[in-house]
């Protein structure tokens, strides 16, 4: 079974300190996503890549940067946590290509900012 | 972009019965149309998908339904059991592309 893995699993910050979310993926899958979610919104989509050194942005990527130094990891770095950036995160790798599109979760990070 | 809506936010059965959650997307060119199980506290797993070239595939109690022509797709739980209590998200994308746009989850009760 494909693993990805998030630390921490709960975090709390301080408004306008730096929070680092990390996620490792032992799938050599090329892509990885970060998806928040909130009650009244299911998960919406922050950053992805499609490999090693590549970062694209999703739907809601203000208040957020990404990192993918390897094909393993993928950090969702935020450098001014807002109250507002309080939620579950999820992050997720996949295959490319047809018939290889299925999505493996890791466990989530509760993040709360105060 | 695609906007995926899905229909029921909650959703309860009796231990036995059939659960139906609807989604509409808006997008002709998705094409490809996973769903996945969220149980408490933990993260999503897939549990069924269905392609643009068939309108209904089965996976033992689960039924995937989709209809092209309105823009919208269903999962079927037969017999359900209080196991398949948990949230259910539908979501799609262009087959071949990466970017997922999911509905905002369905939480079912299976009511023993």
């Known amino acids: 079974e494909a693993a990805v893995t998030q630390s921490p699993r709960n975090k709390v910050a301080v408004t306008g300190g730096k929070v680092t979310l990390s996620c490792n993926q032992t799938n050599n899958h090329n892509n990885m996503y970060w998806y928040r979610q909130d009650t009244g919104h299911g998960l919406r989509l922050i950053h992805y890549?499609?490999?090693?050194?590549?970062?694209e942005k999703g739907d809601i990527p203000d208040g957020y940067k990404a990192s993918r130094p390897s094909q393993e990891n993928f950090s969702l770095i935020l450098e001014l946590a807002t109250p507002s950036q309080t939620s579950v995160y999820f992050c997720a790798s996949g295959g490319v290509g047809f018939s290889n599109e299925r999505l493996f979760f890791g466990h989530g990070t509760k993040l709360s900012v105060l | 972009g695609e906007k995926v809506e899905q229909h029921e936010s909650t959703l309860s059965v009796r231990e036995g019965d059939s659960a139906v959650i609807n989604c509409t997307y808006t997008d002709t060119a998705s094409s490809y149309f996973p769903w996945y199980k969220q149980e408490a506290g933990k993260g999503l797993h897939f549990v069924i998908d269905?392609?643009?070239?068939?309108d209904r595939k089965q996976s033992q109690r689960l039924i995937v339904l989709l209809d092209k022509k309105a823009k919208r797709f269903s999962l079927h739980i037969t017999a359900t059991q209080p196991e398949d209590s948990a949230i259910y998200f539908c979501a799609a994308s262009v087959a071949g592309y990466q970017n997922f746009y999911f509905g905002k989850g369905t939480s079912l009760t299976v009511i023993p």
């Open positions: 269905i392609r643009s070239n068939v």
């Open positions: 890549s499609y490999g090693a050194g590549s970062t």
